[in-house]
Antibody, heavy 119, light 110 residues
């Protein structure tokens, strides 16, 4: 059973950095593209980044390019999002999601981790 | 910049039918954009409803269906129930490797 669990959220000052993790101990994590999606308070979902199964291909939304880096460690069944130069508008719940057997859709989601950027 | 459009809100009576759409600010949505739909109640994780335009995810009731209507993707709920009162998001896969979510539609069942 797939069970994605995010961690690493918290309060960070503007301009600061944070690394989010997403672990899935029990699944065939390495066989899937993985994504990060966020949701600002009271707002809609925003796709942020994708990473291929072997980590060789990555895509980002323009608003985080150059500031956020997606990576993965298949040996640890873990996905990461390194965030830097954080801004108030990055305040959101961050979800990891699996690009699943459905092809081009997100079939499993983590419970989310809250990142608050504030001084 | 690609913008995916959704109606901000809809209301439907229990037992009624409602259709949400998912369009592009410039151009048409087609099956090759692989539209998928997600349901989210406040404070909860999104739930996958429909993928590849019209395939229901496992466990999703048959009252949910997806299609292409004209130049947009569409999600139809036939026989709405009280627990369908949620936010609904579509997402399109762009050939450039990125995904774009619509702004979401808030459905009220009353």
């Amino acid at each position: 059973e797939v069970h994605l669990v995010e961690s690493g959220g918290g309060l960070v000052q503007p301009g600061g950095s944070l690394r989010l993790s997403c672990a899935d101990p029990g699944s065939t994590f390495s066989g899937y593209w993985m994504s990060w999606v966020r949701q600002a308070p009271g707002k809609g979902l925003e796709w942020l980044a994708n990473i291929k199964q072997d980590g060789s291909v990555k895509y980002y939304v323009d608003s985080v390019k150059g500031r956020f880096t997606i990576s993965r460690d298949n040996a640890k069944n873990s996905l990461y999002l390194q965030m830097s130069s954080l801004r108030a508008e990055d305040t959101a719940v961050y979800y990891c999601a699996r690009v699943g057997v459905c092809g081009y859709c997100f079939d499993y989601w983590g419970q989310g981790t809250l990142v608050t950027v504030s001084s | 910049q690609t913008v995916v459009t959704q109606e901000p809100s809809f209301s439907v009576s229990p037992g009624g039918t409602v259709t949400f759409t998912c369009g592009l600010s410039s151009g048409s949505v087609s099956a090759s954009d692989f539209p998928s739909w997600y349901q989210q109640t406040p404070g909860q994780t999104p739930r996958t409803l429909i993928y590849n335009t019209n395939t229901r995810s496992s466990g999703v009731p048959a009252r949910f269906s997806g299609s292409i209507l004209g130049n947009k993707a569409a999600l139809t709920i036939t026989g709405a129930q009280a627990d369908d009162d949620s936010d609904y998001y579509c997402v399109l896969y762009m050939s450039s490797g990125i995904w774009v979510f619509g702004g979401g539609t808030k459905l009220t069942v009353l």
